[in-house]
């Protein structure tokens, strides 16, 4: 049971460039979500998933896109990076039962956009 | 709209002392309340949660949390704090049977605990 597994740990981009950062984990969580976190700023939820299939919008959605195409993985994708989005991607999880499960972190995404 | 604030950006407290790290919560209805860690370049770690009952929530760590509805405050509070628990704490809740598991952030607390 690895829990929530993030990659890449670490990465640089060029302005306008595109990536996708991966999440999965191995608990048959049916909610997966996706934040970013800023100094001072907690942190925001970009998007989100209640099963697979189905995704929503979180409170920072702009510049980001997402996928669920099965239960364990729900990745990141930055179309054109922007130094806006430099920050830290903490990919989460957890059971869909009601909303007082426990959320699961990764362990992070350090991201800079130059 | 749900907020959930960290009043002090940072904490300072010597090793043996008390620790408090103070969360305030503005949710309609009886909200879910979380507390998580995270040590540097790491991910968050679950501290302890308020869902219902006992007002004094006991968690990892050596670590509780009570949850006061009339002030509506969640503080986390440790007896006696070690250098270890040198970190950054997020109070963190949503609304009872909001869709997607939203959690809503304090901008979170450093906490500093000297030798």
């Known amino acids: 049971n690895a829990g929530v597994t993030q990659t890449p740990k670490f990465q640089v981009l060029k302005t306008g460039q595109s990536m996708t950062l991966q999440c999965a984990q191995d608990m048959n969580h049916e909610y997966m979500s996706w934040y970013r976190q800023d100094p001072g700023m907690g942190l925001r939820l970009i998007h989100y998933s209640v099963g697979a299939g189905i995704t929503d919008q979180g409170e920072v959605p702009n510049g980001y896109n997402v996928s669920r195409s099965t239960t364990e993985d729900f990745p990141l994708r930055l179309l054109s990076a922007a130094p806006s989005q430099t920050s830290v991607y903490f990919c989460?999880?957890?059971?869909?039962?009601?909303?007082?499960?426990?959320?699961?972190f990764g362990e992070g995404s350090w991201l800079t956009v130059v | 709209a749900q907020s959930v604030a960290q009043p002090e950006d940072q904490v300072n407290v010597a090793e043996g002392n008390p620790l408090t790290v103070k969360c305030t919560y503005s949710v309609s209805g009886n909200p879910y309340l979380f507390w998580y860690v995270q040590y540097p370049n790491r991910g968050l770690q679950f501290l302890l949660k308020?869902?219902?009952?006992?007002?004094l929530v006991k968690g990892s760590y050596g670590f509780e949390a009570e949850f006061n509805k009339s002030q509506t405050s969640f503080h986390l509070k440790k007896p006696s704090a070690l250098v270890s628990d040198s970190a950054l704490y997020f109070c963190?809740?949503?609304?009872?049977?909001?869709?997607?598991?939203?959690?809503?952030f304090g901008g979170g607390t450093r906490v500093l605990v000297k030798p």
């Open positions: 963190a809740g949503f609304m009872i049977k909001a869709a997607g598991n939203k959690l809503t």
């Open positions: 989460a999880s957890s059971y869909k039962r009601d909303s007082g499960n426990t959320i699961y």
């Open positions: 308020y869902i219902t009952g006992d007002n």
